[in-house]
């Protein structure tokens, strides 16, 4: 069942398991303090209750999480798309299933098990170690103290608990792991016949009576949406430098208040070269390690270029390939006995042998930044052009808010700009597929605006830092045109497709021809067709001039030697194909032998999701969950 379904979707199994881990980092980890609201209930899950702050929390961390995949194309209407209030609250009814049972049967997990999986979270860590003062950073930045985060955590460890004892249950065998693999990596070849719709446009013959049957069958693809015509008026902040001057008092007051910005701590840039050995390592290898390490360190004093003698030797994976750069940094950057000999290095030094939990390094210092304070001189044009920046777009935020104060109700705004000698612009009528003309894509504005009715002015809007407002001059509804509107569009489409009927009847034709016996080549040379031929493919390559085309490669890898012919042709926008079986190429086994555990810990994780998934609706069909108020967002 399993290996069925991942076939099904071979393109793209992976990237969705990715996608929903993700989503549950962002539900369980993340959201927003909401208050005044913990005396409400929700809902009831066997009489635990789910507050309307737990709702609220895991609501806005979905549609935090939407905000931040969609960026420039969000628009609240992908919060109904995507159910974000059931799917909130279908996440808690879920926590509280899990912890419930998991509780029955004993479950539990530890302040020490919470304590190391915070401490092996990559972002919580930096150059590889636990920093208590990142993790602290990330968590307000993301709005939650360390108290809740780690019973969010501990959540998580419940529900992969219950996973791994149910995969108990079910394991996965040395077979799937050997059919996933095979199903990832075999290879066929195969050759083609392609008959495109251009080869046959020419012989589409178009009558009257066939473009209006054809127009009626699909009046729907002509339709012509909704489009608005608008009257604006912008307020942008570069209009107003003129009218800006900042005093020399300004920017000294600003230097002066904000002087910690401008200090800079002392910086080195540096190369190293690490030997790796564990804190607990014996004094056996400890020697062994340090004797290698001191080699290096002669070859390096000795006039060796230290970036080479990083690439051959260091065992930082990023280091083989930048001979150890680490740039420029500051200290609280490194460990502290890393740190101490860096800083203690003039340019050009290199250092003895220094020990960290890492193991031992060779540090070369290649320049040194002392720490200093940028003067007000050097600090003058930045402060300048922020402050600049910010007095103009006061300046055009505070017009702007005067015009709209002193707008009279329902005015009309070409009228009443003009009156005001504010310059007003007319755009020409837009769809909300189409760019708003003069402003470009803002998905989130045009929703504003083409739900606002005709003569109807909007609220000042703030969009790439200029200041507009809008009223909807005209509305054309959405219409079917007649056919004399869109006739030549209509034809273009109406021969295409009388061209693919005639290219997929020649096909098929063609493969009967084939089935009855007819030589491959004979036929082809017969018919002044060109037969192309591919490399070993898999299921999920491209194939040159085709592309992928995932039914015709899922068919080649049905045909063998007994079979060389699909049951039917296969059609794209490209053409219709005729493909002949050519040969197999097995798996490698060798390398499905070195990743052979990957395979393994990708199939678990797949069996886990789909047995927990299974086993949380059959503890769904058992529990008594009661809704007491209806969902808000």
Do not use: C
């Amino acid at each position: 069942m399993l290996l069925s379904l991942m076939r099904k979707h071979a393109k793209s199994w992976l990237i969705k398991a990715l996608i929903a881990i993700i989503a549950i980092v962002f539900v369980f980890y993340f959201g927003y303090s909401f208050h005044g609201r913990e005396g409400i209930k929700i809902a009831l899950v066997n009489d635990e209750v789910i507050t309307a702050v737990e709702y609220q929390k895991s609501y806005r961390s979905m549609v935090e999480a939407l905000q931040r995949e969609y960026r420039g194309m969000w628009s609240d209407n992908l919060i109904k798309v995507f159910d974000v209030k059931n799917r909130a609250l279908e996440s808690l009814i879920i926590q509280k299933l899990v912890s419930q049972e998991a509780k029955k049967i004993g479950l539990d997990v530890t302040e020490k098990e919470v304590q190391d999986k915070i401490m092996s979270n990559p972002a919580f860590q930096f150059r590889g170690r636990f920093d208590e003062s990142r993790y602290r950073s990330v968590l307000q930045n993301h709005h939650m103290t360390p108290e809740e985060f780690e019973v969010l955590v501990a959540r998580e460890m419940i529900q992969d608990k219950v996973e791994q004892l149910l995969t108990t249950l079910s394991p996965v065998t040395d077979q799937e792991i050997q059919e996933q693999y095979t199903f990832a990596n075999e290879k066929v070849k195969i050759s083609y016949v392609e008959f495109k719709p251009d080869q046959f446009k020419n012989k589409v013959k178009v009558e009257l009576a066939g473009l209006e049957k054809y127009f009626e069958d699909n009046k729907e693809a002509y339709r012509v949406p909704e489009k608005i015509r608008m009257a604006y008026v912008v307020f942008d902040p570069d209009a107003y430098k003129d009218q800006v001057k900042i005093s020399e008092d300004q920017l000294k007051d600003y230097y002066e208040d904000n002087l910690d910005t401008f200090r800079e701590k002392k910086q080195v840039k540096a190369r190293h070269i690490l030997f790796m050995l564990a804190e607990n390592a014996s004094k056996e290898e400890e020697d062994k390690v340090k004797q290698k390490a001191t080699a290096v360190l002669q070859q390096a004093r000795a006039g060796a270029d230290f970036g080479e003698l990083a690439k051959k030797n260091t065992e930082d994976p990023s280091g083989k390939e930048n001979g150890g750069d680490l740039g420029y940094f500051s200290q609280g950057q490194m460990v502290k006995p890393f740190e101490e000999a860096a800083f203690k290095l003039k340019k050009d030094e290199i250092s003895d042998l220094v020990r960290t939990s890492f193991g031992y390094h060779l540090i070369k210092v290649e320049d040194v930044k002392e720490a200093k304070t940028k003067s007000l001189e050097e600090a003058r044009a930045e402060i300048l052009s922020m402050l600049q920046k910010t007095a103009t777009t006061d300046a055009a935020h505070e017009r702007a808010l005067s015009f709209v104060d002193k707008m009279p109700y329902q005015a009309d705004l070409l009228k009443y700009a003009a009156e005001s000698k504010v310059p007003v612009k007319e755009t020409g009528y837009f769809s909300q597929k189409e760019a708003i003309p003069e402003i470009g894509t803002n998905e989130k504005l045009k929703q504003t605006l083409f739900s606002m009715e005709r003569d109807e002015p909007s609220d000042l809007v703030d969009a790439g830092g200029k200041f507009y407002m809008f009223q909807v001059k005209d509305k054309k509804p959405s219409a079917l045109p007649a056919l004399d509107e869109v006739k030549d569009k209509v034809r273009e489409d109406y021969v295409l497709s009388i061209a693919n009927q005639a290219a997929k009847s020649a096909g098929e034709d063609y493969l009967k021809a084939l089935k009855e016996g007819k030589d491959w080549a004979a036929l082809a040379k017969e018919r002044s067709l060109e037969t192309k031929t591919t490399e070993f493919i898999s299921r999920q390559e491209t194939i040159p001039q085709i592309g992928y085309f995932q039914e015709l490669q899922e068919a080649a890898f049905s045909l063998s030697q007994n079979k060389r012919y699909a049951d039917s042709v296969f059609q794209n926008d490209k053409g219709v194909f005729v493909i002949r079986w050519e040969g197999d190429q097995d798996i490698d086994k060798n390398k499905f032998e070195e990743e052979k555990k990957s395979y393994r810990d990708m199939l678990v994780r797949l069996k886990n999701q789909s047995l927990f998934k299974e086993w949380i609706e059959h503890i769904k069909s058992r529990a008594k969950i009661e809704m007491l108020q209806p969902l808000e967002g």
